[in-house]
């Protein structure tokens, strides 16, 4: 059975720093997709990595995947209140099935 | 972009009650998806469906059914709403042989009294 585990959980952060948020799998796949969800509101995607090695970024974001691993970092740089939300990462194998996610604030 | 849309975005019940909640996709995608959201849990996966008529069960099928008689419509079934059904409700879309990411309705408060 496919499990999918995200950490941390929650994380609050101030605006200008770093952080990076980890997705890790139980079984074989290459393909991992990451979404944000902000409250009251449904899933947004993200980005969508479909090979080992694979990195993408959009401004703050970058997320990369090592499928060897079976390990997805989403790293944010430079955090602003804006990206304060639910981020999500999602494996492909058959279905999609999610991790918990990761509550972001991000606090002047 | 392709659109998911999902019936209700709120519904009240009563307990027993046989409840549908209806998805329609707009850009003849195979695969449709039903999800329930409850707080850290994340989302887990119902049931989802690669075809029409062809279902298959994820994580927590119990209490529910499903039907898919179009491409573009995938319906969630409580044969008899329970409390413990009360949840928020999400449908997805995405096309599976294009590896391309699954698409949310904007989901559907489902409260059972």
């Known amino acids: 059975e496919l499990k999918v585990e995200q950490n941390p959980l929650f994380l609050s952060m101030q605006e200008g720093k770093n952080y990076t948020i980890y997705c890790n799998y139980s079984?074989?796949?290459?393909?991992l997709y990451w979404y944000r969800q902000d409250p009251g509101k449904s899933l947004e995607s993200l980005f969508v990595l479909l090979s080992n090695g694979a990195v993408k970024q959009e401004g703050r974001l970058m997320a990369s995947l090592d499928t060897k691993a079976r390990l997805s970092t989403l790293h944010i740089t430079a955090a602003v209140h804006d990206l304060s939300a639910t981020y999500f990462c999602?494996?492909?194998?058959?279905?999609?099935?999610f991790g918990a996610g990761t509550r972001l604030t991000v606090k002047p | 972009d392709v659109k998911v849309t999902q019936s209700s975005r709120y519904l009240v019940k009563r307990t027993g009650e046989k409840v549908f909640l209806e998805c329609v996709q707009d850009m003849d995608h195979e695969n449709m998806f039903w999800y329930r959201q409850d707080p850290g849990l994340g989302l887990r996966l119902i049931y989802f469906s690669y075809d029409v008529k062809m279902k298959e069960k994820g994580d927590i099928p119990e209490g529910y059914s499903v039907s898919r008689e179009k491409k573009e419509r995938f319906s969630l079934i409580l044969e008899s709403a329970s409390t413990n059904q009360t949840s928020m409700y999400l449908c997805a879309a995405g096309r599976g042989a294009l590896n391309t990411e699954a698409f949310f309705g904007q989901g559907t408060r489902l409260t059972v009294v």
């Open positions: 999602a494996v492909d194998v058959n279905d999609m099935r």
């Open positions: 079984t074989t796949s290459d393909r």
